[in-house]
């Protein structure tokens, strides 16, 4: 499980894969989270996630690579 505290409103938390982690892009129909205090179930393997508010992710590097067993 993962737990990501940020301020509703001011960030997010996206669900991607690898190349939307390392391009900073949203998918279609993604799978986003804002309440603020959110927590994630996490799959074995590679897990990843962005801040998909513009900016956040590309310019300021909110985004984080969970590797679980």
């Known amino acids: 499980?993962?737990?990501f505290k940020y301020?509703?409103?001011e960030h997010n938390v996206v669900r991607v894969d690898v190349d939307?982690?390392?391009?900073?892009?949203v998918?279609?129909?993604p799978e986003v989270h804002s309440s603020g205090l959110d927590m994630i179930a996490l799959n074995p393997g590679?897990?990843?996630f962005i801040c998909?508010?513009?900016g956040h992710c590309s310019d300021a590097g909110m985004r984080?690579?969970?590797?679980?067993?």
């Open 20 to 25: 939307g982690y390392n391009t900073c892009t």
């Open 46 to 48: 590679e897990n990843y």
């Open 64 to 69: 984080i690579a969970v590797t679980t067993k």
């Open 7 to 9: 301020t509703p409103g």
């Open 52 to 54: 998909g508010f513009t």
């Open 27 to 29: 998918p279609a129909n």
């Open 1 to 3: 499980m993962a737990v």
